[in-house]
Nanobody, 115 residues
Framework: QVEMVESGGGLVQPGGSLRLSCVVS????????MAWFRQAPGKQRELVGL???????NYADFVKGRFTISRDNAKNTVYLLMDKLKPEDTAVYHC?????????WGQGTQVTVSS
């Protein structure tokens, strides 16, 4: 059974940083792309960025230059390093992967950017 567990969220002041982690179990995630999404209250879920099996990354325009996705295949873990956080980055952040033709999601971790 595939499971994805995010952690690392919390309350941070504008301009601060957080690093989110997503640990995958039940499948070897190293051969597949993985993504981070976020959903703010009252808004649709949106793609933050993704990382391929080879480590190539792509980001949404609204996080370019501020967020960095990386992965540690030995730990079956994907990270989202968020710098220069803004109040509009407040959302629940989810990691995502596709295995066996099915979308898998973690439960999400809350990030709140506020002074």
């Amino acid at each position: 059974q595939v499971e994805m567990v995010e952690s690392g969220g919390g309350l941070v002041q504008p301009g601060g940083s957080l690093r989110l982690s997503c640990v995958v179990s039940g499948v070897n995630a190293s051969a597949d792309s993985m993504a981070w999404f976020r959903q703010a209250p009252g808004k649709q879920r949106e793609l933050v960025g993704l990382i391929t099996s080879g480590g190539t990354t792509n980001y949404a325009d609204f996080v370019k230059g501020r967020f960095t996705i990386s992965r540690d295949n030995a730990k079956n873990t994907v990270y989202l390093l968020m710098d220069k956080l803004k109040p509009e980055d407040t959302a629940v952040y989810h990691c995502n992967g596709v295995w066996h033709s099915r979308d898998y999601w973690g439960q999400g971790t809350q990030v709140t950017v506020s002074s």
